[in-house]
């Protein structure tokens, strides 16, 4: 499945199943093949996804700890990171919230 993410502040967003499920969950809403985040609930939405970007980066750095203190490398992470695949979405979040729009997706 693909996500289609829409709002009249910006352009579409598209998203793979699983990444848009992630966003979603992260938002605190369950993955939906349609949907809507009014503006008012965005500030909310704002703050779910800057803490699972931050858990995430706390994790890796508590990894990074561990490997320094047992004398071990950290594997290199692999694919792309939480930050960066949310990036997209936190800016369309802001431009939407700035100008009072809604996002949806679906039909």
């Given at each position: 499945?693909?996500?289609?993410?829409?709002?009249?502040?910006?352009?579409?967003?598209?998203?793979?199943?699983?990444?848009?499920?992630?966003?979603?969950?992260?938002?605190g809403r369950e993955p939906a093949p349609r949907g809507?985040?009014?503006?008012?609930?965005?500030?909310?939405?704002?703050?779910?996804?800057?803490?699972?970007?931050?858990?995430d980066e706390a994790r890796r750095a508590e990894a990074?700890?561990?490997?320094?203190?047992?004398?071990?490398?950290?594997?290199?992470?692999?694919?792309?990171?939480?930050?960066?695949?949310?990036?997209?979405?936190?800016?369309?979040?802001?431009?939407?919230?700035?100008?009072?729009?809604?996002?949806?997706w679906g039909a």
């Amino acid at each position: 499945m693909l996500y289609k993410f829409k709002c009249k502040a910006t352009g579409d967003l598209i998203m793979l199943g699983p990444n848009g499920d992630a966003f979603l969950r992260a938002a605190g809403r369950e993955p939906a093949p349609r949907g809507i985040i009014e503006a008012r609930d965005m500030p909310a939405v704002l703050a779910a996804i800057e803490h699972a970007i931050a858990a995430d980066e706390a994790r890796r750095a508590e990894a990074e700890r561990e490997a320094l203190a047992d004398g071990e490398p950290l594997p290199p992470r692999e694919g792309v990171t939480p930050r960066q695949r949310l990036w997209p979405m936190v800016e369309m979040l802001r431009r939407a919230w700035a100008e009072n729009q809604p996002i949806v997706w679906g039909a």
